[in-house]
Nanobody
Framework: QEHFVESGGGLVQPGGSLKLSCAAS????????IRWYRQAPGKERDEVAS???????IYTESVKGRFTIFVDNAKNTMFLQMNKLKPEDTAAYYCNAVNYAMSYWGQGTQVTVSS
């Protein structure tokens, strides 16, 4: 059965780093466009970063220069490296793989940035 196993969230101080990962099972990640989303309490789920058709990554303005999306096809896993974290980055983060036929979501992982 196709699914993601998402991990890497936690509590970190402002200025710190976290690396989120989503390991795909039952499907091949390289056949999909990949995205990371986040959702803060009481807010909508917003796209944070994406790679579409193997092109250069696209980032929402607030994370440019701090976050990096990448994929390891050998491990069938996608990542979001987050540096210089700010309290406003606090949210549940979700990975997503999508193509013309299917869309798979991770279960979400909580990132809390607080001193």
């Amino acid at each position: 059965q196709e699914h993601f196993v998402e991990s890497g969230g936690g509590l970190v101080q402002p200025g710190g780093s976290l690396k989120l990962s989503c390991a795909a099972s039952g499907f091949t990640l390289s056949y999909f466009n990949i995205r990371w989303y986040r959702q803060a309490p009481g807010k909508e789920r917003d796209e944070v970063a994406s790679i579409t058709n193997g092109e250069e990554p696209i980032y929402t303005e607030s994370v440019k220069g701090r976050f990096t999306i990448f994929v390891d096809n050998a491990k069938n896993t996608m990542f979001l490296q987050m540096n210089k974290l700010k309290p406003e980055d606090t949210a549940a983060y979700y990975c997503n793989a999508v193509n013309y036929a299917m869309s798979y979501w991770g279960q979400g992982t909580q990132v809390t940035v607080s001193s």
